[in-house]
């Protein structure tokens, strides 16, 4: 009987048992993502930071709209853990209010450049030829506009909202993910599994959702997990230069540029909003790429 050693065992976590059994890509993948430090930390980190955002500011003493002119500029102590800002309010607070916002506008926004990728670029890979020629020429022309000049352009003429915020940056970050789905979806199309659904009469729209799109999973999440970063930078940006979230809301992006006005007086105030936004964007990036490295199956080969 042949012995299989430790380095050809598909996963050390695995146990015998699981292996006369069978263990799905999925399963597998979640124990290679197990034990990258850095991801678990980066998902550990995101989690932490997605319920105090959530949960905290119900706990807090101060709203986020209170304002107290005589603690102006209060420096962080007992009362204030971060201090306050030019209005006397909680900086802590407005953080956990603004990470609402900043994580909202990121998930949001990723949905909707998701949805549209997924779909733009599952019809162009599917039924190629003129369509697919006519539909990526299209994408490589808006890929040579200046996205942010093109958001800017639909947040001055529609008008500053929240709402629009979403859709409008969603609107300007399928474009990669099209391209993925589409080379992902030329290169399933020839598969078996596929000619057995069109053989036994399936539809285009179901063999495109139903058959194929979910065996494009795996690259599809790990971009998305490396989206959700930029979508929160542009919105950053925008909120930078006041085209983002309007007052009295926050998020970190505003945050961030209140307090780049007033950092040589008041460091705190670009300090605390700048460290949370960069753990965020760190522990996405991380997460990212342990999942990217999970889910790769020539990874899973070795």
Request: glycine residues 10%; charged residues 15%.
């Amino acid at each position: 009987m042949l012995s299989l050693s430790p380095k050809e065992l598909p996963s050390a976590t695995l146990t015998p048992a699981q292996l006369e059994q069978g263990v799905s890509p999925w399963l597998d993948a979640w124990h290679r993502l197990k034990r990258n430090k850095l991801a678990v930390f980066g998902g550990i980190t995101l989690i932490v930071l997605v319920v105090a955002c959530m949960v905290g500011p119900w706990f807090s003493p101060y709203g986020y709209e209170e304002t107290s002119l005589d603690n102006a500029f209060a420096k962080p102590g007992l009362s204030h853990w971060m201090g306050t800002d030019q209005l006397g309010r909680d900086l802590f607070t407005r953080l956990l209010y603004g990470g609402r916002i900043s994580i909202t506008v990121g998930l949001v926004a990723t949905f909707v450049a998701l949805t549209i990728g997924v779909t733009y670029g599952a019809v162009a890979g599917f039924f190629g030829g003129k369509l697919d020629a006519f539909m990526m020429r299209v994408v490589d022309i808006l890929y040579a506009l200046p996205f942010t000049i093109f958001v800017i352009l639909l947040m001055v003429f529609f008008g500053k909202n929240i709402f629009l915020l979403f859709f409008a940056i969603g609107a300007v970050e399928w474009l990669t993910m099209s391209r993925i789905v589409r080379s992902q979806i030329m290169s399933l199309k020839r598969m078996e599994y596929v000619e057995a659904a069109r053989s036994l009469g399936f539809g285009t729209r179901r063999i495109i959702f139903r058959h194929m799109i979910p065996n494009i999973l795996g690259p599809v999440i790990v971009y998305t997990t490396l989206t959700i970063p930029g979508v929160m930078m542009l919105e950053a940006f925008l909120s930078f230069l006041g085209l983002g979230v309007q007052a009295p809301m926050s998020s970190w992006g505003v945050l961030i540029k209140d307090g780049a006005e007033k950092m040589e007086e008041y460091p705190w105030l670009l300090i605390f909003p700048g460290t949370v936004f960069s753990l965020t964007l760190f522990s996405l990036n991380f997460l990212g790429d342990g999942l990217r490295d999970a889910l790769d199956v020539r990874s899973a080969k070795d």
